[in-house]
């Protein structure tokens, strides 16, 4: 999410960049996709995997909604 | 610009239309629906017929009808496109994301909250994020329907904002979703006849098909006429049209928010599924409209829509068709633009009230002050939008151009999230 949000700021920034993602990709849609899907797979698999099941995150959901304290979803 | 009796019956016909809207809202709000949450999520029990309507109302917003109208005017077929993509991000939607109604989520950043790990820095994250693209999806709005009001009675911009806010703002205000919903029922109705009306009567208008083509290969633009306009924009440019579309009806909080409130998860899945087939079916109509408008404009040398093809809806409503249906095509116009802004406008105060409130007072909010609190934020979104809209267009112009090219980054992250349970 970052890494797309990161690509729109310097497509907006640096004109160079710009001018040259428009005359390849016609517009930052298809490089954005190609770069977060990415930087989702590589900071995914560089990261220890997901610890809970459907239901506590759903808790932990409602947890962060309620503001309580996240400890006793475990 | 439209002038004399035709004016007068326009102006009389939007007020009409607007207080037709507040009493919808008013009647919505007797039914016991802005109570605590019930303001925010419609009690959760949204019924198939009503969800089609707001689903689709919502998805044929300024993008949809006006700029895919341009889209038909400029580029021909390419005019088809964008809605067509925004009528598959709604599939996408039925199939990949309608099973979370039974997680009574309120907002997309709680969902993906879900999707990762139940990570609150995501949701934080995520929260603030979608506030702003909000704010700016409202402020666009606004300034779309400004525009629209300006052109055709002349209107002084700051006025034609002030009214175009108050349109919408006004039942959202009183009724809370269900007002949204029902209104979009309504507007619906409006927008697809209107389009369906200035749609069959383009063609004859530009003197059939065969005077359309040739238009365009006066212009030195035959490539329009081929399928999606790939012969004008090339496989790329038709692509980047379709992903944003496709991503902003897939990542939007709205849909995803017609999933939330819908009566049960195979409610949500079916309404959106024929929503989409009524978006999919509606998508040659801006442009055939579009196409139908370059060729008019051409042969008659309309200077300002060749100019500002954003105005070609708004101009085959007002010089094409005679006054009674070009008041139906202009309040179907304006019922695009405002289904859509009053669907940002809620979601923007429920993301405020349930995430970005937290995340700044870290204390949730009083169910039984939902209604209050989100009223005063509505009110707050709308002067901000507003404010944005008059005092920093510029840097609105800019967070939208920015949000344009982030959508697809929280598009992927969504859809990766979903598939993939290693994703973090």
Known sequence: ?74 | MVSGQYAVLFVIGFFVYIGLMILIAYMTSKKGTTQGEDYLMGGRNVGLLLLICTAAATAVGTGTSVGATANGFRDGWLGAVYPLANAIGLVTVAFCFSHVRKHKFRTLCEELQFYYDGSPYMRKFMSVVIFIVSIVWVGSAINGGANYLAYLIGMDMIPAKIITVLAFGVYVFVGGYMAVVWTDAIQAVLLFGGFVTIAILAIPAAGGFDNIRAAYEAAGNPGAMTAFGVGSKGVLGVLAVALASYYGAMAGPTAHMRVYTAKSPQTARKAILIAAAVVGCFSILPAIVGMSGFTIASNTGAESVLANPDFTFAYMATTVFPPAIGLVCLIAGLSAIMSSADSDAIAGVTTFLTDVYALIFKKPVEDKDIPKYSRIILVIMLVGAFGMTIFANDIMSYINNVIGSFTPGMAVALLVGRFWKRTT
């Open chain 1, 1 to 74: 999410m970052a890494s797309g949000i990161a690509f729109g700021v310097v497509y907006l920034v640096y004109q160079p960049f710009n001018a040259w993602i428009t005359e390849v990709f016609k517009g930052p849609a298809l490089p954005v996709t190609i770069v977060t899907f990415i930087f989702c797979i590589v900071v995914s698999l560089l990261t220890p995997p997901s610890t809970h099941t459907e239901e506590e995150r759903v808790a932990l959901v409602m947890a962060e909604r309620n503001q309580e304290k996240t400890a006793s979803v475990r």
